[in-house]
C-alpha cells in the first residue's frame, strides 16, 4: 500500500491532541495556519517540487526513530513499543513522497491526513473579499437543568469561503458571538454522594459514613430534596468497615499498689503486661515497644513517721511471798517498725521497778541446811543484778542465787 504526497503538500500519519495555541506559538492566539501552512496567510500561496528516492527504512533497514531533514521539511519518525508506528511533517515538500508499508501481521490500515492545493483565478487579496460569519451552534454545555450554547465569529475568504486570520475582516463590523440556553428541563432524579468521613478508628476495625441523598438538578444553580423512592438504582450505602488490620500489641496497666512503707519516703508498684488489642492475649514483653513502657515503681510518702518510743514488758512477780516486796520489768526503746533504737528520751524511760505486797500465807523456810531459790526463776536474776543479795530478805528468797555474792 503506498501513499503519494503531491508538491506543496504535507502529511501526517498520525494525529496528536494539542492545546489550543495559535501558529504564533502564543497561548489563546487566534492566529492560524491557512491551508498552505502559512500562519496568519489567506490561503493564496502555493509551492511545489520534486523528487523520489528512499529516505526511512530503505534497503530492507530499519532506521531509530528521530527526526529526518527530507524533501524541504522535517518528518519525525516515532515507534511506540505498544503504539502504531508514525510519521509527521509540517510540511510543504518539495518532492514527490511514497508511504510504503511491510507487512509482518495484520493489515491494520493507514490513519493519514493532508493538505491540497488550493486552485484559484485572480490576481491577489485586492480582488478577494472577506467578511465575518457565525459558525454552527456548538454543543450544550450540559445535557439538562439549563445549559448554554454559542455561535462563534469566525473572518471567511468569499471566493472559497475559507477560515482565515480575524484580522483581514473589518474588526468595527465584527458581529458578537450568538449564545442561547439549552436543555432547560430537570435533570432526572441521582443520587448525591458525599465524601467518606474520616475512620473512626486507625486498627482493629471501625466506621466511616457519608451523606447519601436522591437530589434532582432544577437548574444551574438550584437543586431539590426528593424521597429516595424517586431515584431508580440502588441507594449507595452509608456507612462501612474500615481499618479492618489487627493492632499492634500495647501496654496494659494494673492497678497501684499501698505505699511502702505506711510512713516516710517509700514505692508503689504495680504490673505492666504487653497485652493484644483487644486485651485477650498476653505476649513477651518484647513484642511491646520499650520506649513508651509505663513505670512499674513510683516513689510516694504516707506522711511523716512517728519517732521511736518505750515500750514497757509485763511486771515480774512480787518479791515477797507475805509482806510488802519489789516487782520488776523490761522497758525497751523500740521504733514505729519494733527495731531497737536509741532516740528516746531517758527523761522519758518508764520505771522497771515498783514496790508490791504479798499476802502472807505461810513462813518462810528458815532451814539453814536447805538452800534454793523460792521465786521463780526471773526473778531472783534480776535480784542478783540489781545487788539486792546484801539483804537478808532476797537473799533467803534467792539463796541459790545470791551464794557467793
Known amino acids: 500500500m503506498a501513499l503519494v504526497v503531491t508538491p506543496t503538500h504535507w502529511t501526517s500519519v498520525s494525529m496528536e491532541s494539542v492545546k489550543h495555541v495559535g501558529c504564533d506559538n502564543i497561548l489563546s492566539s487566534d492566529a492560524k495556519e491557512d491551508r498552505c501552512r502559512v500562519c496568519g496567510g489567506d490561503g493564496s500561496t502555493s509551492l511545489k517540487s520534486e523528487g523520489d528516492d528512499y529516505y526511512i527504512n530503505g534497503a530492507w533497514t530499519i532506521d531509530w526513530p528521530r527526526k529526518f531533514d527530507i524533501a524541504g521539511t522535517a518528518f519525525y519518525y516515532k515507534r511506540p513499543s505498544d503504539d502504531p508506528e508514525s510519521l509527521e511533517a509540517l510540511g510543504p515538500t518539495t518532492d514527490n513522497l511514497f508511504v510504503m508499508v511491510l507487512l509482518q501481521e495484520q493489515n491494520l490500515g493507514i490513519h493519514y491526513k493532508f493538505n491540497v492545493p488550493i486552485q484559484r483565478t485572480g490576481s491577489g487579496d485586492n480582488d478577494v473579499g472577506f467578511s465575518w460569519h457565525h459558525l454552527p451552534w456548538s454543543e450544550c454545555s450540559a445535557t439538562c437543568a439549563g445549559g448554554s450554547q454559542k455561535q462563534e465569529v469566525v473572518c471567511k475568504r468569499l471566493d472559497d469561503n475559507s477560515v482565515v486570520q480575524n484580522s483581514y475582516c473589518d474588526s468595527d463590523g465584527r458581529p458578537p458571538e450568538n449564545q442561547q440556553p439549552c436543555n432547560t428541563e430537570p435533570c432526572p432524579p441521582e443520587w448525591f454522594i458525599g465524601d467518606w468521613s474520616d475512620c473512626a478508628k486507625t ?203
Not at 497501684?256 to 514483653?285: A, M, N, Q
Open 203 to 405: 486498627c482493629d476495625g471501625g466506621f466511616r459514613t457519608r451523606t447519601v441523598v436522591c437530589i434532582r438538578k432544577m437548574g444551574p444553580a438550584e437543586e431539590e430534596t426528593l424521597a429516595d423512592i424517586h431515584c431508580l438504582t440502588h441507594r449507595p450505602i452509608e456507612r462501612e468497615t474500615c481499618n479492618n488490620q489487627s493492632c499492634p500489641p500495647k501496654w496494659v496497666t494494673l492497678d497501684w499498689s499501698e505505699c511502702t512503707p505506711k510512713c516516710g519516703p517509700g514505692y508503689k508498684h504495680r504490673i505492666v503486661l504487653c497485652k493484644s488489642s483487644d486485651l485477650t492475649k498476653t505476649f513477651p514483653p518484647g513484642l511491646c515497644p520499650s520506649h513508651n513502657k509505663p513505670p512499674v515503681r513510683i516513689r510516694c510518702s504516707l506522711g511523716r513517721c512517728p519517732p521511736p518510743r518505750w515500750i514497757p514488758g509485763e511486771w515480774g512477780q512480787c518479791s515477797a511471798h507475805c509482806g510488802l516486796g519489789q516487782q520488776m520489768r523490761t522497758v525497751q526503746c523500740l521504733s514505729y517498725t519494733g527495731q531497737p533504737s536509741s532516740d528516746c528520751l531517758e527523761s522519758h524511760r518508764p520505771a522497771i521497778m515498783q514496790q508490791c505486797e504479798s499476802k502472807c500465807d505461810a513462813t518462810p523456810i528458815s532451814n539453814g541446811d536447805e538452800c534454793k531459790d523460792v521465786n521463780k526463776v526471773a526473778y531472783c536474776p534480776l535480784v542478783l543484778k540489781f545487788k539486792f543479795c546484801s539483804r537478808a530478805y532476797f537473799r533467803q528468797m534467792c539463796c541459790k542465787t545470791c551464794q557467793g555474792h
